[in-house]
């Protein structure tokens, strides 16, 4: 089945720093790539999706990349703040299921 | 804006015991999951729910497990006899068509003891 590879676990930033955060899978007819941010206690939130036909995407701080020959995506975030701290998990997407990366908790220092 | 709504938010069960775990999925969604995930560890799929049939289902979800759409409004998760390891929060989601975006719920946490 589908595996999806998370890194970095942790990753802690200071205030106004970049963030990435890079997904790996392995079935290469997936073809949807969301991003879910996670506070404390809460349910994931979509923050950003790109879906196979599009290489890139942006959406004001947040942008995703995504290269299918290689398998890999990743979750860009510029201009951190405090409040992007949470845990930070891709998922990739076939027809009826999520299946999602290990997550990373990513740290805002201010 | 529409959510998914999921009650109990908090379960605290006896093992062995049966618990029903109930999702009211956003109105015009078609497709619906079930998801877990136990403290500290990602988000895992159980199974997905279209047209009043299983679509897909992961290993973990067994013979204990089963999914319902008793009306046109909820979608419940039954697990028949719990077990210490059943403990987690589940979350339930949706999605308006195959293979489109999916909105979690606020989840359930279950505690078996």
């Known amino acids: 089945g589908e595996n999806v590879e998370q890194h970095p676990s942790t990753l802690s930033v200071q205030e106004g720093d970049s963030a990435v955060i890079k997904c790996t899978y392995s079935?290469?007819?997936?073809?949807?790539f969301p991003w879910y941010k996670q506070e404390l206690g809460k349910r994931p939130q979509l923050i950003i999706d790109?879906?196979?036909?599009?290489g890139e995407k942006k959406d004001q701080r947040i942008a995703v990349t995504l290269n299918k020959t290689a398998k890999h995506f990743s979750l860009h975030i510029t201009e951190t703040q405090p409040e992007d701290s949470a845990v930070y998990f891709c998922?990739?997407?076939?027809?009826?299921?999520?299946?999602f990366g290990a997550g990373t908790r990513l740290a805002v220092h201010p | 804006e529409p959510e998914v709504t999921q009650t109990p938010s908090h379960q605290v069960t006896q093992m062995g015991q049966e618990v029903i775990l109930r999702c009211v999925p956003i109105s015009n969604h078609l497709y619906f999951y079930w998801y877990r995930q136990i403290l500290g560890q990602k988000v895992e799929f159980l199974v997905s729910?279209?047209?009043?049939?299983?679509?897909?289902k992961s290993e973990i979800f067994d013979d204990q497990f089963s999914v319902e759409r008793p009306d046109g409004s909820n979608f419940t998760l039954k697990i028949r006899s719990t077990k210490l390891e059943d403990s987690a929060m589940y979350f339930c989601a949706s999605s308006l068509g195959h293979g489109e975006t999916q909105y979690f719920g606020p989840g359930t946490r279950l505690l078996v003891l």
């Open positions: 729910f279209y047209n009043n049939e299983i679509s897909e």
């Open positions: 790109i879906r196979s036909n599009v």
């Open positions: 079935d290469s007819a997936s073809n949807y």
């Open positions: 998922a990739v997407g076939g027809y009826n299921k999520l299946i």
